[in-house]
């Protein structure tokens, strides 16, 4: 059954790693600050065998002294585990391929030779008093005998854990669940999840593998990494806690806030439907949906926005009708009878046609003026002027995002 | 939520599907329904042509209750005379579907909340309202000569067994297919499969699965249904759709081809141009790393990935970039190793040494970390003049 489940976050590698992505050192420093601030067990902060300015970062993070454990990526050579240990980090990942195409054609090697390499890095590490985690890349290709083989060399050695990498995103999560448990009870070593998002998999085949007994799961924020991706902190811990029950322990109230940061610094903006963090998640357009938000947000959320530290707006569109532009009104203060809804509704329809987006509030609120002054009844002529909503605090600076 | 099953039982593959799978691409209507979206009546037609010529066989093109522009827009796409067969969208109102068959539509769904949670705080209605509105609302669509669809918003916090009965008298009424909507996401795969088999044994009907990203669950849930018997998936394009948008249509495609080897004749390599199409369309521009179709899903930097592909592609690609109308690149920056500056040069016609790579990746490197980010070609042959006039 479930025992701990350890998050370790790779943003600062594998997210890096990411074509066209680099971090500047301070970013990267301040990354690894609030990865740990929110909770997360382990940071993966880089190579160490680039040398350089990767170093000096990978040093600087150690230097912190985070309450977080701190891992290096390593190949299975002794020259990078000396730039690991160089480092001072507490923890190395060593990684070598395990699939015979990978053995063959790009390491042109062969399995003896990556079962010698296995025994000879993990003995140099465990000698430095290291914890170490040997990395089967493209596991999800190998021949599953030989990864055993594989799982058990690195255990016998002393190696910690294994790292499954499903290197090419090419699993889903039924196929995941049966290998890992597989390997779990062929070997007892601990397991931890690598997947790609090639197939819009990463998630559920980080979950699927944790179902089946891994102990570790290798995340980014906003899911950066090689390609499509890696499984994303955000979507893995919410997915974790609302679908199957499990609390990680992690602050996810700021979850957007890293999301940001992270955003900004790789130069990969939030699309606005990011899962667990896009600025569209709670906003309410369409009439069906935002009349039931109106009523009990339980209709249509599983989890209040302020639990990734979202907002909840409602806004004027296409899809919009007399509940909810009732609604916006009221958050200007506007009074507006069944009748006016309708009517402002048809309108503010039409116009978002025209204008081939939502409106913005101010739109709205000239649409409502415009209907109030032709109006027979127009006795109440002093409009409310310098409207604002009673939350504009929060709405500030938001867009409807056309 | 059922997660009581023993999962060594579930079937190895997907290959056991007896009945024709189908996708039920909704770009044009829950796509469309994304907060903030809107598309011109141009470009819905245009997205019907294109959806229409990728073989897509069931398209949702839009919502009859939201007034004369959208049955305008709805029936621009019926004339435009495509061979997919075209659906409305409709509550649960007799007056909807009337309006839908007047503008030449083939199909409508019915769209009736099945939860309690939805019946009693959304609609004020009991579970006996629900299975007397799918009857009146399926009788009139087959008065009319439409095929019927019933729908089951918020299905998956739904009471399994009223489920049964809601879809089990929707086929009696008539019904051509039954629709399993995770409206807000809140199934795991697994918990997917237990629950739609339950459904596709208890009730002998079309299944249609309509899922959901909120947990980045869409694609994976969407076979996960299918894997328990259902045969109609709805996808969009780019996944559009309200909130975090649903299962992607180029995801669910390659997914079934690449995890299942089931093929559904869909010419893949137009993915790119109907992302394009619609990114632009919707205003929602493609994220560089979107599964299958984003810019970076074949961009190689780092030196082990590069390497690997330079030496076989299959190393680190599932499928080749043609399949998908994308083409594949080596990106020299932080992470780059030698073997890519010497295949970089190569391709510019110029023979490097391993010293002389040695010495470029050095300075490449150096430019990267300071200009934070990957170089254009252009500036790698900056730097190999800045070179050659420091050895001369």
Redesign the interface.
């Known amino acids: 059954m479930m025992g701990r489940l350890w998050i370790d976050d790779t943003t600062l590698r594998d997210g890096?790693?990411?074509?066209?992505?680099?971090?500047?050192n301070a970013e990267k420093i301040q990354i690894a600050k609030m990865l740990s601030e929110i909770g997360v067990h382990q940071i993966e902060v880089g190579i160490p065998a680039?040398g350089?300015?990767?170093k000096e970062a990978i040093k600087a993070i150690v230097d912190l002294g985070l309450s977080t454990s701190v891992l290096a990526w390593n190949r299975a050579v002794i020259s990078d585990i000396d730039a690991s240990l160089d480092c001072g980090v507490d923890t190395i990942a060593v990684s070598i391929s395990a699939s015979d195409?990978?053995i063959q054609?790009?390491l042109?090697r062969d399995r003896q030779w990556v079962l010698d390499s296995i025994k000879e890095s993990v003995d140099y590490a465990k000698r430095h008093n290291l914890y170490v985690s040997v990395n089967a890349e493209?596991a999800s290709r190998a021949d599953p005998e030989f990864l055993i083989h594989f799982a058990q060399t690195a255990k016998d050695y002393g190696a910690d854990r294994i790292r499954y990498c499903d290197?090419?995103?090419?699993?889903?999560?039924?196929?995941t669940?049966?290998r890992i448990?597989a390997l779990r009870d062929a070997v007892d070593i601990d397991i931890e999840m690598h997947t790609h998002?090639?197939?819009?998999?990463?998630?559920?085949?980080a979950?699927?593998g944790i179902?089946?007994g891994a102990s570790f799961v290798n995340v980014t924020v906003n899911?950066?990494?090689?390609?499509?991706?890696n499984?994303?902190l955000e979507?893995v811990v919410?997915?974790l806690k609302?679908?199957?029950k499990i609390d990680t322990g992690i602050d996810t109230s700021r979850f957007r806030e890293l999301s940001e940061y992270v955003a900004r610094a790789s130069?990969?903006?939030l699309?606005?439907?990011?899962?667990?963090v896009?600025s569209?998640?709670f906003?309410?357009?369409?009439e069906?949906?935002g009349?039931?938000a109106l009523?009990?947000p339980?209709?249509?959320?599983?989890y209040p926005p302020s639990e990734v530290g979202l907002h909840r707006l409602f806004?004027i569109?296409?899809?919009s009708g007399p509940k909810t532009v009732k609604h916006k009104l009221q958050e200007y203060g506007l009074p507006a009878d069944s009748k006016l809804a309708h009517d402002l509704g048809?309108e503010a329809?039409?116009l978002?046609?025209k204008?081939?987006?939502?409106l913005f509030d101010s739109e709205v609120i000239e649409l409502y003026n415009q209907i109030r002054r032709s109006r027979p009844d127009n006795s109440s002529s002093a409009l409310p002027k310098n409207n604002q909503p009673s939350h504009l605090e929060t709405v500030k600076g938001r867009t409807?995002?056309? | 939520m059922t997660d009581d099953l023993c999962h060594e039982s579930i079937p190895k593959s997907i290959d056991g599907v007896n009945r024709q799978l189908n996708l039920v691409d909704l770009t044009l209507r829950d796509g469309e329904q994304t907060a903030g979206v809107v598309f011109a009546q141009g470009e819905k037609v245009r997205i019907a042509k294109l959806l229409d010529e990728v073989g897509v066989r069931f398209i949702e093109v839009g919502i009859p209750a939201l007034g004369k522009e959208e049955l305008r827009s709805i029936e621009a796409i019926a004339n435009a005379g495509l061979r997919a067969k075209l659906i409305a969208f409709c509550r649960p109102h007799v007056r909807e579907i009337q309006w839908a068959a007047e503008r030449g539509v083939d199909a409508v769904t019915i769209s009736i909340s099945t939860s309690d949670v939805h019946l009693k705080s959304k609609l004020k209605k009991t579970r006996k309202w629900v299975l007397e509105s799918i009857v009146k609302c399926i009788d009139e669509a087959r008065r009319l000569g439409l095929e019927a669809t019933a729908s089951a918003e918020d299905a998956s916090r739904t009471d399994v067994d009223f489920l049964v009965e809601y879809f089990r008298t929707a086929r009696e009424a008539g019904a051509t297919r039954a629709r399993f909507c995770d409206t807000l996401s809140v199934l795991s795969p697994f918990q997917t499969y237990s629950i739609v088999k339950k459904l596709t044994e208890s009730v002998d009907i079309d299944l249609e699965m309509h899922t959901h990203n909120d947990f980045g669950m869409a694609t994976a849930n969407a076979l996960a249904g299918v894997r328990a018997g259902a045969n109609y998936i709805t996808v969009s394009i780019n996944g559009l759709g309200e909130r975090t948008g649903n299962a992607a249509l180029e995801e669910v495609v390659m997914a079934l081809k690449c995890l299942h080897n089931i093929d559904l004749g869909i010419p893949t390599n137009r993915f790119r141009e109907l992302a394009e199409y619609v990114a632009e369309a919707s205003g929602r521009a493609i994220p560089v790393w979107k599964a299958i179709v984003g810019d970076n899903v074949f961009a190689h930097e780092s030196g082990i990935h590069a390497d690997g592909v330079i030496k076989n592609p299959r190393n680190y690609e599932i499928f080749s970039p043609e399949e998908v109308g994308l083409t594949r690149q080596l990106v020299v920056g932080k992470h780059s190793g030698s073997h890519t500056i010497i295949h970089k040069f190569r391709e510019f016609g110029i023979d490097l040494t391993q010293s002389e790579a040695n010495d470029i990746l050095a300075m490449a490197r150096a430019t990267a970390v300071e200009l934070k980010r990957a170089l254009f070609d252009k500036e790698l042959m900056y730097i190999y003049n800045d070179y050659r006039r420091s050895k001369t």
């Open positions: 890096e790693q990411t074509a066209g992505v680099v971090f500047a680039m350089g300015d990767e195409i990978h054609t790009k042109q493209d290197t090419l995103g090419i699993l889903d999560p039924f196929e669940y049966w448990k998002n090639d197939l819009g998999m990463a998630t559920p085949n979950i699927a179902k089946a899911g950066l990494g090689e390609r499509a991706g499984a994303a979507e919410i997915a609302y679908i199957e130069g990969r903006p699309p606005t439907w990011k899962p667990v896009g569209n998640l906003i309410y357009e369409s069906a949906r009349s039931g009523v009990d339980k209709t249509y959320e599983v806004i569109g296409k899809h048809c329809r039409s978002s046609i204008l081939k987006r939502a409807n995002d056309r």
